[in-house]
């Protein structure tokens, strides 16, 4: 069964510091794998996606790298802001899948606080 | 939010009602979809459609119809609402239906079913 685990499940950091949030996965064969942001009640909204060949995708201050060997990405945030806070969704996709088939994780939920 | 508007974004019903939740997109996206998100599942699939009148199910459809008459309106409807159909609500779309392409979420709706 494709799984997607994220980890960890909460984290509470000070504004300005760095993180690092991780994402294990056995979806098989793959494609490609997305980060998603998603604020308190409101929808998710795309970070980065990245193919098998990539290992590094970044937006602004928001890195994700990938090992597609290990199976595993992680999403790192630099110089936190309080509008960090949010829950922080991996999404992995095998090839030719529709875009709604895509194997979802829980989410880390990340509070910055000042 | 890209577009999408979610109606209502909170209900209260009880077990037993009808319940229709609607999606309203001005994007002219092909592909729509409906999402369940409860702690500790991620976001699920609960259908989605390729096409006016064209619908397919997803991995946690019982319980659940969906109607397409029109490119933008995508309905959701819970024929006799139990309260294990209290969740979150997402709607979402995309342009075409791979993995690649990104999907934009609308802003939710809140059911709870007593």
């Known amino acids: 069964k494709n799984q997607v685990e994220q980890s960890p499940q909460s984290l509470i950091i000070l504004e300005g510091k760095n993180c690092t949030l991780q994402c294990n996965y056995t979806v098989s064969p793959f494609s490609n794998l997305r980060w998603y942001k998603q604020d308190t009640g409101r929808g998710p909204v795309s970070l980065t996606i990245m193919t098998f060949s990539e290992n590094t995708k970044s937006n602004g201050r928001y890195t994700a790298t990938l090992d597609a060997d290990t199976k595993q990405s992680s999403l790192h945030i630099t110089a936190s802001q309080l509008s960090d806070s949010a829950s922080y969704i991996c999404v992995v996709s095998g090839p030719n899948t529709n875009a709604g088939k895509s194997t979802f994780g829980d989410g880390t939920t990340l509070t910055v606080k000042p | 939010d890209a577009g999408i508007t979610q109606s209502p974004r909170h209900k209260v019903t009880e077990t037993g009602t009808p319940v229709t939740l609607r999606c309203h997109q001005t994007?002219?996206?092909?592909?729509m979809y409906w999402y369940r998100q409860d702690p500790g599942h991620g976001l699920r699939l609960i259908h989605y459609?390729?096409?006016?009148?064209?619908?397919d199910k997803g991995e946690v459809s019982d319980g659940y119809s969906v109607s397409r008459s029109k490119t933008e309106d995508f309905l959701l409807t819970l024929e006799s609402a139990t309260s294990s159909q209290t969740s979150v609500y997402f709607c979402?779309?995309?342009?075409?239906?791979?993995?690649?392409?990104?999907?934009?979420f609308g802003p939710g709706t809140r059911l709870t079913v007593l």
């Open positions: 459609s390729y096409g006016v009148k064209d619908t």
């Open positions: 994007e002219n996206h092909r592909y």
């Open positions: 979402a779309i995309s342009e075409r239906s791979g993995s690649n392409n990104e999907q934009f």
